[in-house]
C-alpha cells in the first residue's frame, strides 16, 4: 500500500462522511451554514485525519476552537459519529478504520463535554448554566 493509496482512501472518506452527514438535518444544516469551499474544507479535514492516522504532519490546526463557533445541539454529536463510522467503515482498511473510530469517539466525548459543559435543570446538556430563578 503507497502513501498516496493511503491519503486518497483519507480523501474519498472525508467527501463520503460530508455525504452522509448532509442526509441528516441538522448536520446539513449546520454544514450548509460553515462550510463555503468545500474542496478547501475536505481537503483541510483529511489532512486532519492524514496526521491523526499516520502523523503526517500535514494538519497543525487546533479544531475545537472552530467548531465552538457553530450552532448545533448536543444531539448533532451522534449524527456525525453514524456517518463518520459508516464513512469509514466502507472506504478505510479495518486497521485505519479501527483507529480512526478510537479517535473520533474520543474527540466526540472532549467536544460534547467541552462544548455543551452545562446541564439545564431538566438534565440537557447546555451551553450555558442553568438560571437560578
Known amino acids: 500500500m503507497s502513501d ?10 472525508v467527501v463520503r462522511f460530508y455525504e452522509l452527514g448532509g442526509e441528516d438535518p441538522e448536520l446539513a444544516r449546520v454544514f450548509g451554514a460553515a462550510i463555503t469551499d468545500w474542496p478547501d474544507h475536505f481537503r483541510i479535514v483529511a489532512d486532519f485525519w492524514s496526521n ?3 502523523g503526517t504532519g500535514r494538519y497543525r490546526g487546533h479544531p475545537f476552537p472552530v467548531h465552538m463557533q457553530l450552532d448545533f445541539s448536543p444531539h448533532a454529536f451522534e449524527a456525525w459519529l453514524k456517518a463518520f ?24 466525548e472532549s467536544f460534547r ?8 435543570a431538566d438534565g440537557t446538556p447546555s451551553r450555558v448554566p442553568a438560571r437560578k430563578d
Open 4 to 13: 498516496q493509496d493511503r491519503e486518497d482512501r483519507i480523501y474519498r472518506m
Open 113 to 120: 463535554v467541552g462544548l455543551f459543559p452545562f446541564t439545564l
Open 52 to 54: 491523526a492516522l499516520y
Open 85 to 108: 463510522t459508516q464513512a469509514v467503515t466502507e472506504i478505510l482498511t479495518p486497521m485505519e478504520a479501527q483507529n480512526a473510530l478510537g479517535r473520533a469517539r474520543h474527540m466526540t
